[in-house]
């Protein structure tokens, strides 16, 4: 009911096949479809209760205040659909360490979705739900989905929607996330992929190649190879990254500790133990692994990084309210 607190839990996700620019950036039209896995051990609690006596939406990060327009944004668009026009109380708590390329975005705008709608008094089905999301954050369509979701590209805002491939996923898999800065980006994703879409001459290819990487890990899934799920997410993140180093001007999410850790993934690959790494809009770099291998994985980091920096993650639901 319309007054009504509404609680909801989402999980941040990983791409395996990156989403880096928008064909539409008002609706967050994606220019190629993305594919992802979501994690356990991040996520976002968010409670949304609309409030007639507000006179405008009151918003708690972490317990602390904050003023952002893209969230009044979003609200307005949650209003429009719900036809009311009330401002609502929002309290969000994030489990991620916010805008460190661990996408705090992707789980806070799918927790805002869930709650947000519900809290309107609107009963949106997952598909809506991802839509909704979409507008606040494009990764965040993903987040609805629990275990391997994809986000169709689309043309429009009733064909660029999430979905589930695989949940629970029959994979082995893990990622074992370290986190180098947990600061704020200096370019933020939205920026960045602006820039990369406009000014890399290789971001056609970049298209192409990012069609095939979806069919490729897409079969990977459904025949439960982790070989080629890994080599293709990986190859598919550094694509991402060359995108970086080829716009005008470039710029730069890799590190010297980026770099370091991937050497150690390669190492470790040397000696036998298999492992892959993706890295997103920061420096923290996300190993794929099996159940097997965290021990001998998370040694090695152990050695170079703190505990309280190295975060193993199996694969985590979708959105449900608490
Ligand atoms: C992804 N990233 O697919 C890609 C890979 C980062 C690297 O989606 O502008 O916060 O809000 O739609 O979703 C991060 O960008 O950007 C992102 P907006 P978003 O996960």
Redesign the pocket.
Known sequence: MLGDKITARAHTNI?LV???GKENEEL?IPANS?L?LTLDEFYTDTSVQFDETLQSDEVTLNDKTVEDIKITNFMNIIREKANIPYFARIESTNHVPTSAGL?S??SAYAALSAAGSKAAGLNLSEKELSRLARRG???ATRSIFGGFAAWNKGDDDETSYGYSIEDPVKMDINMIAIILDNQPKKIS??KGMKISIETSPYYNSWIEQTKADFRTISDAIKNNDFTTLGKTAELNAMR?HSLTLSSDPSYLYINSDSIEVINMVKELRENGIECYYTM??GPNVKIICRNNNINAITKKLSSRFDENQIKVSGPGEGIKYL
């Open positions: 791409a990156k989403y880096w967050i993305s992802s996408a975005s992707a954050s494009g990764s994703s939205r991402m997103d809009a």
